[in-house]
């Protein structure tokens, strides 16, 4: 397959495992369902030039968020994917290693808690929210299982190969 194949493959591949793990520790941990249609209101607003809410929940609905944001999310996905490849190359495709995924699962943390949670009123690594050691560290934790599905997926793919 092509680079670029491989890398859209692996990209919807980790986001899927990490959309598992949000299901599993649903039960396990009280943890809500993954959702995004607040990440699809939140970019819903941007067009009409608001990038910051007080609380996205409260800001007013867009048409179409859910399905905005369930895009957005694989869509980021495939971007974290690509950055994974851009820093190891495509060699890293034929034999893949954890290391790297797990290190760029993890980085990927910095986009919510530099950009999404501020932008979503829930401040910088989640500050504003009641409990933010929380959720930071939930948020550590699925980005690590991200990671692991990016290094998971491309396993998979060599499988296929």
């Known amino acids: 397959m092509s680079p670029l194949i491989d890398c859209l493959l692996i990209g919807l591949g980790a986001t899927l495992i990490m959309d598992l793990w949000g299901l599993?520790?649903?039960?396990?941990?009280?943890?809500?369902?993954?959702?995004?249609?607040?990440v699809g209101r939140w970019l819903g607003h941007m067009p009409k030039g608001q990038f910051r809410h007080q609380a996205i929940a409260k800001a007013s609905p867009v048409p179409g968020e859910t399905l905005i944001g369930w895009l957005a999310h694989y869509l980021i996905g495939v971007s974290f994917a690509a950055l994974l490849l851009l820093i190891t190359g495509s060699k890293w495709l034929t034999s893949p290693s954890l290391t790297p995924a797990l290190a760029v699962g993890l980085v990927t943390?910095?986009?919510?808690?530099?950009?999404?949670?501020?932008?979503?009123?829930?401040?910088?690594?989640a500050s504003r929210l009641p409990n933010p050691g929380q959720a930071r560290l939930h948020s550590l934790i699925t980005h690590g299982v991200f990671g692991l599905g990016l290094y998971l997926s491309a396993l998979g793919l060599r499988l296929f190969n």
Do not use: C, D, E, T
């Not at 599993?24 to 607040?38: A, D, K």
């Not at 919510?112 to 829930?122: E, K, N, S, W």
């Open 24 to 38: 599993v520790r649903h039960p396990l941990l009280g943890m809500p369902l993954p959702s995004y249609y607040l």
């Open 109 to 125: 943390v910095l986009a919510p808690f530099l950009l999404m949670q501020p932008g979503m009123g829930a401040g910088i690594a």
